[in-house]
C-alpha cells in the first residue's frame, strides 16, 4: 500500500511540475505570426462592402454583351436596366407565373421584410426547379429593386448582390463552360473561362483569417494548491487507515462524555435512551424515529462486540418488561445495564 501511495504521489507532483514548465514556457513564447495581423480573433471586424448600385449592373451587363455572352434578344430584354420601371421590368418576363407573383406582391403595398424574404425563397425554388431563367430572374429582381425602393427596404442591398450572382449564371449558361462564380462573401482570385474573358464585377473577398495561438495559459496558484490539497487527502486516505481506528474511537468517547451521566435517582427510562445513544455512537448505526426497539437491537447488535451486544439485548429485554409489564424489578436492569455499557466505552477508549 505505501509503494502505491509513493508512486501517486511521485505521479502527482510530475504532473504539476510539467504543467509549471509549460505554463512558464507560454509566457516567454515568441510571437511567431506576420506582422500586423492580429494575435486573437477578438475584436476583428471585416471590412465593409463597398455598396453595390445599378449602375455596377447595367456595367456588368455590357460587358457581357461585349464577350458575346448575352445574345441579342436577351440584351434587348435587358436594355436600359437600371431605369425599368415596375411596370415594364414585370411585362418583359416570360414566365407568366411569375408576372403573377409580382403583381400580387405589388398589390400588398408597403412592404414587410417576411413579404421580401418569402419572395426571395420562391425566386430561389423556380431556379432549383430549373423553370427560372437568368434574363427572368434578373428582371424580377429588377422589379423587386423597384417596390424595396419605394418603401426604402432593408432587403435592397440583398437584391443587389443577387442580380450580380443571376449575371454570373447568365455567362455560365450563355458560356456552356463554368467560370469562376465568386459571391460577395467568397473568393477574390478570378479564374477565367477557357475562351471567355473574365467577368469583372464588383466583388469583396473576406480577409485572410488572422493566425491563432494555442500556447497554454499559466496555471493560477490557486489550481495548484488546489492540487496539492488533493494529492495531501489521496495520501491520507491511502496511509492513514490503521491510525484511523484508535482516532475514531477517542471521538467517539469524547461525544459519549459529552451527554449527562445517568444517577440511580434518574428516570429508568431515560437510561435506556442514554444506553442507545452510547450503542449508536460504537456502532456508527443511528436510530431511525419508525423503528421499534426490537428492529433497532437487531440491526445494532451485528456492529457491536458480542459482550456488548448481550448487555444491550437485555437491557432492550428489560425495557419491554418495565415499560408494557409494568414491572419496577426490570428497571433495576436497565440501571445496571447502562452502567456496564459506560464502563465498556471508558475500557475501549
Known amino acids: 500500500m505505501k509503494k502505491v501511495a509513493l508512486l501517486a504521489l511521485i505521479l ?17 513564447e515568441a510571437d511567431r505570426h506576420t506582422p500586423g495581423f492580429p494575435q486573437s480573433a ?28 448575352l445574345g441579342r434578344g436577351d440584351a434587348e430584354k435587358l436594355k436600359d436596366f437600371s431605369n425599368l420601371s415596375f411596370q415594364e421590368a414585370v411585362e418583359r418576363i416570360d414566365n ?8 400580387n ?17 420562391y425566386l430561389n425554388s423556380l431556379k432549383t426547379s430549373g423553370t427560372l431563367s437568368p434574363v427572368d430572374e434578373l428582371l424580377a429582381l429588377r422589379a423587386l429593386e423597384a417596390l424595396a425602393s419605394a418603401t426604402q427596404n432593408p432587403y435592397i442591398s440583398e437584391i443587389m448582390l443577387r442580380m450580380l450572382s443571376a449575371l454570373k449564371g447568365l455567362e ?12 460577395p462573401q467568397q473568393f477574390s482570385a478570378e479564374i477565367p473561362a477557357p475562351g471567355l474573358p473574365s467577368l469583372h464585377l464588383p466583388f469583396v473577398a473576406l480577409p485572410a483569417i488572422p493566425q491563432l495561438r494555442f500556447s497554454l495559459p499559466p496555471i493560477p496558484l490557486t489550481t495548484l494548491i488546489i492540487i496539492a490539497i488533493c494529492s495531501s487527502i489521496a495520501l491520507a486516505a491511502l496511509l492513514g487507515r490503521k491510525y484511523a481506528r484508535p482516532i475514531f474511537k477517542r471521538l467517539k468517547i469524547h461525544r459519549i462524555g459529552r451527554a449527562p451521566v445517568m444517577h440511580i435517582g434518574d428516570s429508568v427510562l431515560e437510561a435506556y435512551w442514554r444506553s442507545v445513544h452510547i450503542v449508536s455512537i460504537i456502532s456508527g448505526v443511528q436510530k431511525a424515529d419508525s423503528e421499534t426497539h426490537r428492529e433497532f437491537l437487531a440491526k445494532v447488535c451485528e456492529r457491536l462486540d458480542p459482550g456488548v451486544a448481550e448487555v444491550f439485548k437485555d437491557i432492550t429485554l428489560a425495557y419491554e418488561v418495565y415499560r408494557y409489564g409494568f414491572r419496577a424489578e426490570a428497571g433495576q436492569r436497565i440501571l445496571s445495564g447502562f452502567r456496564r455499557l459506560l464502563e465498556y466505552a471508558m475500557v475501549s477508549a
Request: charged share 15%.
Open 12 to 28: 502527482v507532483l510530475a504532473l504539476v511540475a510539467s504543467l509549471s514548465t509549460t505554463a512558464t514556457n507560454a509566457l516567454g
Open 105 to 121: 406582391l405589388a398589390g400588398k403595398g408597403a412592404l414587410s421584410p417576411e413579404d421580401m424574404e418569402a419572395f426571395l425563397n
Open 172 to 183: 455560365v449558361a450563355k458560356s456552356g463552360s463554368l467560370p469562376a462564380l465568386k459571391s
Open 42 to 69: 477578438e475584436g476583428f471586424q471585416p471590412p465593409t462592402s463597398p455598396p453595390v448600385n445599378l449602375s455596377d449592373v447595367e456595367n456588368a451587363i455590357l460587358e457581357l454583351l461585349k464577350s458575346g455572352a
Open 96 to 103: 407568366s407565373e411569375l408576372r403573377d407573383n409580382l403583381l
